[in-house]
């Protein structure tokens, strides 16, 4: 009987072997490509974008069930964005389309979307640079005081 309980389990495992999930990598290298283009498709942001928003919102279609997981560049590498002790992802839903929002620290920021199911995977690169808000209150003051000036001598 444990001859056969045993011959059983080995069979079983055989069969569902296939089934499991892999892991998104570790680490991603810079010069990493694509296995495959039809997985994921981001809508926002665009390739590069500048904001003075700190969480920046990535939105696309793509085919259900896809898992993405968001790395960002540093020390020659890309690695996984960790909010919460936790890699950022999300799964693309039975609709076809996914939402994120992604939180960033002031700077630039090369970023990839990483989207795998059944052993494909998809790379899609994008640029964020996150502005200071010094920044951006300066672009406030300077729009403000042009459209004064404008309404001042219109007069």
Known sequence: MKRFMSILLC???LILAPICVTA???TISPSATSATSNLVVITNPPYFTSTTQKGVVFCGYGTPGTKITFYMYGNDTYTPIISNSQPVTVTINASGVFWKKVNF????????VYAEKNGADQIVKREINVLGYSLADKMKDYTI???KD???KGR
């Open 11 to 13: 069979a079983i495992m």
């Open 150 to 152: 404008l309404l001042v």
């Open 145 to 147: 005081n042009i459209a």
């Open 24 to 26: 998104a990598p570790a």
């Open 105 to 112: 620290t002031t700077g630039y920021h090369k970023v990839i």
